[in-house]
């Protein structure tokens, strides 16, 4: 078992920043691939950026490109998420996840555990 806790969510305006963490416990997460999705009112819950635990190689959804940045330290069992230039659009709930298996990183089922979230809101 895996237990996933986020903090660092909270008020900012648009073009501000905040940085999301992610603290693992329990199995280590060293080599699980480990993702950021979020999750807006009436919306589908959305990827938001992956990072793999034995390469670093890093995925992004499109609508963050350029302006997060996901990174981890195995070392402190944490992964974080650097968000610039905030967007009203933004504003969701933002859910840590451990991937096992086989589906493509994009897909939340994919992902077994889960954090219970942080609130990131953006205003304009």
């Known amino acids: 078992q895996v237990q996933l806790v986020e903090s660092g969510g909270g008020l900012v305006q648009a073009g501000g920043s905040l940085r999301l963490s992610c603290a693992a416990s329990?199995?280590?997460?060293?080599?699980?691939?480990m993702g950021w999705f979020r999750q807006a009112p009436g919306k589908e819950r959305e990827f938001v950026a992956a990072?793999?635990?034995?390469?670093?190689?890093?995925y992004y959804g499109d609508s963050v490109k350029g302006r997060f940045t996901i990174s981890r330290d195995n070392a402190k069992a944490t992964v974080y998420l650097q968000m610039n230039s905030l967007k009203p659009e933004d504003t969701a709930a933002y859910y840590c996840?451990?991937?096992?298996?086989?589906?493509?990183?994009?897909?939340?089922?994919?992902?077994?555990?889960w954090g219970q979230g942080t609130q990131v809101t953006v205003s304009s």
């Open positions: 329990g199995r280590t997460i060293s080599s699980n691939v």
């Open positions: 996840a451990a991937f096992v298996g086989v589906n493509a990183v994009l897909d939340p089922l994919g992902y077994p555990y």
């Open positions: 990072i793999s635990g034995r390469t670093g190689r890093t």
